[in-house]
C-alpha cells in the first residue's frame, strides 16, 4: 500500500538557521504531494503541494521539490523563525483511482529556539 | 477565504455514551472526510463522503461510526457507544473535485476526549 515516511523529531534549530525535513514516500501510482503543518493547539493547514515530478511547492519561505527518482519531497527553509515551531505532515494521495484519502506521515515536530 | 467549520471545539463524554462531531464543508465542495489524530500519533483516515453515500472508509470505521449528511450544509460523525480508545483529535476535510493535485482543507478538529 501507500505510505509516507518522515523524519523522526522533535528538530530543534535556533533562529535563522536553515531547516530540512526528509520525507519519502511508496506509492502504487503517480501521487500529488503535500506538506501540511499543524500550530500548537491548531488543525492542519497546507503549507504547500506539487503535483508532478520536478515540480517545486513554495509557501512562506518553505519549499519542497517532487523528486520521482529518488520517491522523496524534502522540506526546507533557509532560515527558520520562532513561528515556525509546529509540526510538519508530509502527506500524499493518488490522482484519478477513485481513492481520495491522504496518507499521512507521522510528523515531524520543529521547536525553534530564540 | 472560505473556511471549513467544525464543533465543538471540545468534547468529554462517558465511555459507551453517543457522540456527533459536526463539520460545514466549503460550500462548493463535494467530497468529505473525516480523519483521527490520536493523541501524539499520525493522522488516519477514517472515511470518504461523496454523492450521498461513503465512497470510501478504513479498517478504523468499523459498525460504531457513522456518518450523515443531513442538510445541504452539516455533515456528521457518529460514535454510537464510545470506547476509551476513541479519545482522538478528529478532522473534518473537504474539497472540490476535478483539477489535478485538489488540495483537501481541513477543519480546526474537535478533540474528544472519552472517560
Known amino acids: 500500500g501507500d505510505s509516507v515516511t518522515q523524519m523522526e523529531g522533535p528538530v530543534t534549530l535556533s533562529e535563522e538557521a536553515f531547516l530540512t525535513i526528509n520525507c519519502t514516500y511508496t506509492a502504487t501510482g503517480y501521487p500529488s504531494l503535500f506538506w501540511y503543518v499543524q500550530y500548537p493547539g491548531e488543525g492542519l493547514q497546507l503549507l504547500l503541494k506539487a503535483t508532478k515530478a520536478d515540480d517545486k511547492g513554495s509557501n512562506k519561505g518553505f519549499e519542497a521539490t517532487y523528486r520521482k527518482e529518488t520517491t522523496s519531497f524534502h522540506l526546507e527553509k533557509g532560515s527558520v523563525q520562532v513561528s515556525d515551531s509546529a509540526v510538519y505532515f508530509c502527506?500524499?494521495?493518488?490522482?484519478?483511482?477513485?481513492?481520495?484519502?491522504?496518507?499521512f506521515g507521522s510528523g515531524t515536530r520543529l521547536q525553534v529556539q530564540p | 477565504e472560505p473556511e471549513v467549520t467544525q464543533t465543538p471545539s471540545h468534547q468529554v463524554t462517558q465511555m459507551g455514551q453517543e457522540v456527533i462531531l459536526r463539520c460545514v464543508p466549503i460550500?462548493?465542495?463535494?467530497?468529505f472526510y473525516w480523519y483521527r489524530q490520536i493523541l501524539g500519533q499520525k493522522v488516519e483516515f477514517l472515511v470518504s463522503f461523496y454523492n450521498n453515500e461513503i465512497s470510501e472508509k478504513s479498517e478504523i470505521f468499523d459498525d460504531q461510526f457513522s456518518v450523515e449528511r443531513p442538510d445541504g450544509s452539516n455533515f456528521t460523525l457518529k460514535i454510537r457507544s464510545t470506547k476509551l480508545e476513541d479519545s482522538a483529535m478528529y478532522f473534518c476535510?473537504?474539497?472540490?473535485?476535478?483539477?489535478?493535485?485538489?488540495?483537501?482543507?481541513f477543519g480546526p478538529g474537535t478533540r474528544l476526549l472519552v472517560l
Open positions: 502527506a500524499l494521495y493518488i490522482p484519478d483511482t477513485g481513492r481520495r484519502a491522504l496518507t
Open positions: 460550500s462548493n465542495h463535494l467530497y
Open positions: 476535510a473537504s474539497f472540490l473535485a476535478g483539477a489535478m493535485g485538489e488540495t483537501q482543507y
